[in-house]
């Protein structure tokens, strides 16, 4: 059974940094787009950037471009989420996820897509 599993949440001042990680077990990242989404209390998860397996491309939310970068490292099978410059509305729980096939402009927002999910891991902004 594929498993992900999402770390490196914590809380932060706004400005401040985290990077999370997201390790698949069982699992070896080949031709998928690997996708980070967000839920806050009370709103619905949204997706946040997505990272293609193969060559590394990336897609983010317009919320998160230019703070947040997404990269890979295929021989640890791990795909890390840097943020920067955090604000409190960027607090939710993180989730990643994965799915066959590289990360489309149409679809790397959409949950449905994701065929492989972990569990989340909270970021709290303070502000």
């Known amino acids: 059974e594929v498993q992900l599993q999402a770390s490196g949440g914590g809380l932060v001042q706004a400005g401040g940094s985290l990077r999370l990680s997201c390790a698949a077990s069982r699992f070896t990242f080949d031709d998928n787009a690997i996708g980070w989404f967000r839920q806050a209390p009370g709103k619905e998860r949204e997706g946040v950037s997505c990272i293609s397996s193969s060559d590394g491309s990336t897609s983010y939310a317009d919320s998160v471009k230019g703070r947040f970068t997404s990269s890979i490292d295929n021989a640890k099978n791990t795909v890390y989420l840097q943020m920067n410059s955090l604000k409190p509305e960027d607090a939710a729980v993180y989730y990643c996820?994965?799915?066959?096939?590289?990360?489309?402009?149409?679809?790397?927002?959409?949950?449905?897509?994701?065929?492989?999910w972990g569990q989340g891991t909270l970021v709290t902004v303070s502000s």
């Open positions: 996820a994965a799915a066959w096939g590289p990360c489309t402009d149409d679809s790397w927002s959409t949950e449905d897509d994701y065929d492989y």
